[in-house]
């Protein structure tokens, strides 16, 4: 299981501040997730963190660790 944390305008989108996602790649998980209206319009600009580290979501087969924590940060305006 992967968690998933939504920042932001990706929060409002998804409706929740997290949720558990069974995935074992990038693409899996996106396939996963996707699918809701609203967020798949945030998903589109949205950066996503791997327990940190930045991974493009073309990069699909980009492996995710069991207890990997996902983090979507939309993004952000001001300065």
Known sequence: M???RY????RAAAGR??????AST?????GAIGGRPPLDRVLV???LLVDGTAVRREDAAHP???DAV???LPPFAGG
């Open 2 to 4: 992967v968690t998933v």
């Open 7 to 10: 920042w932001a305008g990706a």
């Open 17 to 22: 501040e997290e949720e558990a996602v069974e």
């Open 26 to 30: 990038v693409g899996e998980l996106l």
């Open 45 to 47: 600009a949205s950066s």
């Open 64 to 66: 995710l660790p069991a």
């Open 70 to 72: 996902v983090d979507v």
